[in-house]
């Protein structure tokens, strides 16, 4: 069985390189261009891992994050955030709410994303 | 309230245009009435005076709120610079994070194979993806300090392990430049006390500054830590061209770059030393430099060591 991740990000040509990358890597790619849609997708497909963005359109990754904390059928699927925020309190508010790994974007490559994830599945 | 706006532009309280406007008042009232009570001794008829008095009173009150006016438009487009230089650089980590992913992807190969003749091409392009990256990262963090938005983790950090970490991953970059670079640790250091990415940040500062303005023939770079009293003390001493001896006051100061430094030879945005003065003084060290010209700069700092509460 190929593992789901839903990858909720805002920037189409994010959603291009992850994709292939992903996709070449073995995984089913769902992706949601804002937060509103990224969430109705979560609750809908219960995907092995989700992959969010902070800065979204219609709905903003924490907001997004504590919706799917407050939904049990969504509660419990391991969140990656990969923003481009590196602000204190937005990483404290994210692992507050229980993601495994805060990753900025500029400071992590395709290949350790990947790690992060296999990491995460393995669980 | 009235002092607001010394938050506002991140001010102390006697460098608030507000504030100064409010103590000059005063001033203003005091002198008019202690000048018109002697006056009133002296003078036959006090109307005159008072008229005088008056007068001045006015006229000192309009030139210190002009005064004061001035001052608050600086301070205001200090903070929009500031706040536009914050909102540009972190504008700026969305396409590059996009570059940096998407030739990552075309390195890999699995587009595609790269032919040899095209490495070079790719290497550039992946070269000044990062230099960017560095630059955005540089005046993002310049922002928040100056807008006082600049906030500290507080860790126990093995600074040795750090240091080695950053020397290996600079030892490609040493030896391109002929540079040898040698450590001295004591034996059993104590952990210090501060943000762990943060430290690594100055640390990779300092060396790189070591190693790029080392002189073109052989040299070497040495970096030394020890526990000294209650602190840890981390030193490193280069052979370069060293900073002038009038430069040496300003070497602190953003976007400042020595008058000896070939600019267009070195890259650097004179940044560095004043981000990393920032980040040992608000982990509570001091940071300290000595240089001679031609002969080589020694930069060293403390830390707290880590205590267990």
Known sequence: MRKKILFIEDESALQKTFGDFLEKEGFELISALDGETGLKLAEKEIPDLILLDLILPKMEGVEVLKKLRENPKTKDIPVIVLTNVDDFEKLEKSLELGVKAYLVKTDFTLEEVLQKIKEELKE | MLFEECKKYHLPLYRCPSF??????????????????????????????????????????????????????????????????????????????????????????????????????????????????????????????????????????????????????????AKAHNVEIKCYFEENLPKIFGDKEQIKDVIETLLDNAIKYSKKEKSLVEIKICKKQKEIYFEIKDQGIGIPKKDQKYIFEKFFRGSNVPKNEIPGTGLGLFIAKSIIERSGGKINLKSEENKGTTVSFTLPIFQKA
């Open chain 2, 20 to 173: 100064i406007f409010f103590v000059l008042g005063l001033i203003n009232i005091f002198s008019i009435l202690t000048s018109y009570s002697i006056a009133n001794k002296i003078v036959e008829d006090p109307r005159i005076v008072a008229l005088i008095c008056a007068f001045l009173a006015c006229f000192l009150l309009i030139l210190s709120y002009f005064a004061t006016k001035t001052f608050e438009a600086l301070a205001e487009s200090n903070r929009i610079k500031s706040e536009f230089v914050a909102i540009a650089s972190h504008q700026l980590k969305t396409p590059i994070s996009n570059l940096k992913f998407a030739l990552e992807i075309l390195m890999s190969g699995k587009k595609g194979k790269i032919e040899p003749e095209q490495i070079e091409y790719f290497q550039i392009l992946k070269e000044n993806t990062n230099r960017l990256k560095e630059l955005a990262k540089d005046l993002l963090l310049v922002s928040k300090i100056e807008v006082g938005d600049f906030k500290l983790k507080k860790e126990e950090v093995d600074i040795r392990e750090l240091t080695e970490n950053v020397v290996k991953n600079f030892t490609p970059f």
